[in-house]
């Protein structure tokens, strides 16, 4: 195990930068984003005593929590009469104030009067928004009553019953922990909330936060020139452009440059030469002392105290001053969202996520489409018998569809029944065709329905190299393709299954299994032209298992390298995390 972590500790020594007067390829300019390395400090061990102390309690406490139960408030008729005669009462008197610009000036004179004088720190943020943000924000919006908490505040305890002491490093611990998770979203390029990002820019000189935002700026997130926090509506369209096939593109040519996965980890060389000299280009590789040492500063702040007491009383406040809010405002808000014509819960987009592709259809929709294809396709040939390797129509095994106790009991989504097989995989033995026709009547529906959006998931396995290709040629060859839809790979946790099997080796084998095919599409668009093709209705990955499983591996410098991972255990959640971030980061700089 020392002779591991000593491999680990010496990654950066080994792998050397190419020196400034090589020659990269004229059509691949890398980035020289490099992720910030964590420096060692004496909070560093107890940060590590707190980490243990969290993962020793998780494995012997399996906390269960319930979802509370939904309320929903029931209005007598009087009181629904009621309501809706005063909702428009203020709606017709409203109207014209929201509306007419003569009475503007009033107006802003009363809001002024009701919201009261602003603070030094109000009106600073005030100067630094935008016109368009003022205007947004403060015009449009109706003259609700507001709420305005007075009172000379006790010595030394802040409004909150919190002692200033302690609001001051909750406070310092709040913006640490926003300010790792905009480090961490920058360097994969994604994308952070534009307000948190204005603050947090705010702090960027003050020494108690110097070194944690080193290596990367506003400017490492940008698109077309657009930093992630001056992005807007405009920079985002409702509607793509509309081509009759939307897989009929350019394949661009490809850049000349090396592969190689080390350690877990996807890196980027100029050529052979330079993979076998261990120089790649200078892209942002994750180390894992670095992501190790941020895990453990945000176990140790979730184990704070005043911290979890100051968070706790906020967020209780906040919501207390929301019901205070809804229970004063409750007739104007209606008011106000009638006003606006032809816009209301149903013709608002709506996105729905977390929806894996083979459910995306209700039972009914389903048994509708079986039934229909048992009409039309019943001499159609669509598998074999594993048994007797004869292959089998519809028709064969026609007593599914008659007898609904056999369709219960052969349809099983989390199985591996016949039905499945058939209608809702990709991969079978007539390559997806029935499953891709139900995905394209439900799209259709979306499309119908206009204002409806979803973000299907298909699966990933990581078991070959050539699931990417296989997903990619279901995709445009069966022309699944929608507007309203785009797609979320998901890869499960199911290493200690395929190890078992004897599907693969170690655990680096998954990670080029599902990162491999992404970097060479990536690198020659040509090598896997249907990839290319599908990667660009592809949103983004996910993590899926069952987390409510106890772990009794921690991960930390001492644990095996992805190539070394050769038992049978399943590694632990956060070794799963690191090692996809890592890729991802690199793979979305790569593709920049």
């Known amino acids: 195990m020392a002779e ?16 400034q007067d090589e020659i990269l390829s004229p059509t691949f300019a890398p980035t ?12 560093d061990e107890k940060f590590q005593q707190l980490a243990d102390t969290i993962l020793s309690r998780s494995t012997e406490i399996i906390g269960k929590e319930g979802s509370a139960p939904y309320e929903i408030p029931e209005y007598p008729i009087v009181e ?9 009462q203020l709606s017709s008197r409203n109207r014209s104030r929201f509306f007419n610009t003569g009475d503007q000036a009033s107006a802003d004179h009363e809001r002024n009067n009701s919201v009261g004088k602003p603070s030094a720190m109000d009106s600073e943020s005030y100067q630094r928004m935008s016109s368009t943000d003022v205007y947004d924000e403060y015009d449009l919006a109706p003259d609700f009553q507001r709420i305005y908490i007075a009172g000379q505040e006790i010595s030394g305890i802040s409004s909150l019953g919190v002692p200033l002491h302690d609001l001051k490093e909750a406070s310092k611990s709040l913006v640490q922990a926003l300010m790792i998770r905009e480090k961490y979203m920058a360097m994969s390029h994604q994308s952070f909330p534009k307000i ?22 506003k400017g ?62 200078e892209l942002p590789y994750v180390q894992p002392k670095t992501f190790l040492a941020d895990q453990n500063i945000m176990y140790a702040l979730i184990s704070d105290g005043p911290l979890k007491s100051f968070c706790y009383r906020r967020l209780s406040y906040l919501s207390s001053k929301y019901q205070l809010h809804t229970l004063m405002n409750e007739l104007k808000e209606s008011a106000a969202q009638k006003e606006v014509p032809h816009r209301d819960f149903y013709n608002i987009r709506k996105v729905d996520t977390h929806v894996h592709a083979s459910s995306c259809m209700n039972q009914k929709h389903l048994l509708r489409f079986i039934k229909k294809k ?66 394209k009547e439900v799209m259709e529906d979306l499309g119908e329905s206009k204002y ?55 655990f680096q084998e998954i990670l080029e299994n599902i990162f491999m095919p992404l970097f060479e599409v990536t690198r020659n668009p040509q090598s896997h032209p249907e990839l290319h093709k599908f990667l660009i209705y592809v949103s983004g990955f996910d993590s899926v298992d069952d987390e409510s499983k106890t772990e009794h591996i ?39």
């Open 4 to 19: 591991r972590s000593e491999r680990m500790d010496g990654r950066d020594d080994d792998l050397k930068r190419p020196a």
């Open 32 to 43: 020289k984003l490099k992720f910030p390395n964590h420096i060692h400090t004496e909070m």
């Open 80 to 88: 629904n009469e009621r309501k809706f005669y005063f909702e428009k």
């Open 196 to 217: 948190t990002a204005r603050f947090l820019q705010n702090l960027e000189d003050n020494e108690e936060f110097q070194g944690m935002k080193e290596g990367f700026g």
């Open 220 to 281: 490492s997130t940008d698109v077309d020139g657009i930093p992630y926090f001056d992005r807007r509506v405009s920079d985002h369209p409702f509607h793509p452009p509309k081509k009759e096939d939307p897989f009929d593109i350019e394949v661009p040519m490809g850049v000349e440059c090396s592969l190689k996965m080390v350690q877990g980890l996807m890196y980027v060389y100029e050529n052979e030469e330079a993979v076998k000299n261990n120089t790649p280009l």
């Open 374 to 439: 048992m009409k039309t396709c019943s001499d159609e040939v669509v598998c074999k018998d594993k048994k007797s390797g004869k292959e089998m129509t519809l028709a064969e095994d026609r007593n599914t569809f008659h007898r609904f106790d056999k369709f219960n009991a052969k349809y099983n989504p989390i199985g591996e029944s016949r039905l499945r097989e058939i209608f809702i995989k990709t991969d079978n033995y007539i390559n997806g065709k029935y499953f891709g026709h139900v995905i």
């Open 452 to 506: 409806q959006n979803a973000e299907y998931r298909l699966s990933i396995y990581g078991r070959s190299r050539d699931e990417w290709d296989k997903l990619a040629y279901w995709a445009i060859e069966n022309k699944i393709y929608s507007d309203n839809v785009r797609w979320m790979i998901q890869i499960p946790r199911l290493y200690d299954i395929y190890k078992s099997a004897k599907i693969v080796k170690n």
């Open 554 to 592: 921690k991960f930390d410098l001492e644990t095996p390298l992805p190539e070394d991972w050769c038992q049978d255990e399943n590694p632990p959640y956060s070794y799963y995390l690191y090692y996809m971030y890592a890729n991802i980061t690199v793979l979305n700089q790569f593709r920049r």
